[in-house]
T-cell receptor
Framework: EAQVTQNPRYLITVTGKKLTVTCSQN?????MSWYRQDPGLGLRQIYY???????DKGDVPEGYKVSRKEKRNFPLILESPSPNQTSLYFC??????????FGQGTRLTVV | QKEVEQNSGPLSVPEGAIASLNCTYS??????FFWYRQYSGKSPELIMS????GDKEDGRFTAQLNKASQYVSLLIRDSQPSDSATYLC???????????FGQGTILTVHP
């Protein structure tokens, strides 16, 4: 089954404790992206990757890092999480002109 | 960067009515267009894709594309309470790097 898998689904952490949210796709898509979604603000792009070792900032990259060492994986790293990063996060992958496939989402709470 | 604008919501329609959702885009060269439905707290799921001018029907859903006027719309006939969700418009193509979605239109279908 074609899918994007995110882990964990839910995470509660404390301010400053580094965390990684994993994202893996099995469709051989070149493009992958991370979004955060907050009430009333829609999907905002954090980082994207157009291929292995090619990443770039989206609209809200501050406080986040990513890497793309292999095509299928695109982890999101929060090196020092803060409460304003409490949000619902989605990973997505897509072929060049095709539709996006989203992961199940990760609800992150930073206290 | 592509710009995608959706008609402001929220949109409220009675059960059985037609719900009309609209999206305009700025890049005249765009070739693929998608509508997603997102239930609260869940990931967006693809419901319609359209690539050519005109109408495309799938069950109660009809997508309409007018490239000359640069808009794409989604009609939901015989609206049901289960259609209550946020609908996102996506204009395809990742050659620009950043990939943004419309801000979403919240649809409520009341009995």
């Amino acid at each position: 089954e074609a899918q994007v898998t995110q882990n964990p689904r839910y995470l509660i952490t404390v301010t400053g404790k580094k965390l990684t949210v994993t994202c893996s796709q099995n469709m051989n898509h070149e493009y992958m992206s991370w979004y955060r979604q907050d009430p009333g603000l829609g999907l905002r792009q954090i980082y994207y990757s157009m291929n292995v070792e090619v990443t770039d900032k989206g609209d809200v990259p501050e406080g986040y890092k990513v890497s793309r060492k292999e095509k299928r994986n695109f982890p999101l790293i929060l090196e020092s999480p803060s409460p304003n990063q409490t949000s619902l996060y989605f990973c997505a992958s897509l072929p060049g002109q095709g539709a996006a496939v989203f992961g199940q989402g990760t609800r992150l709470t930073v206290v | 960067q592509k710009e995608v604008e959706q008609n402001s919501g929220p949109l409220s329609v009675p059960e059985g009515a037609i719900a009309s959702l609209n999206c305009t885009y700025s890049d005249r060269g765009s070739q693929s267009f998608f509508w997603y439905r997102q239930y609260s707290g869940k990931s967006p799921e693809l419901i319609m894709s359209i690539y050519s001018n005109g109408d495309k029907e799938d069950g109660r859903f009809t997508a309409q594309l007018n490239k000359a006027s640069q808009y794409v719309s989604l009609l939901i006939r015989d609206s049901q309470p289960s259609d209550s969700a946020t609908y996102l418009c996506h204009v395809g193509g990742t050659s620009y790097g950043k990939l943004t979605f419309g801000q979403g239109t919240i649809l409520t279908v009341h009995p």
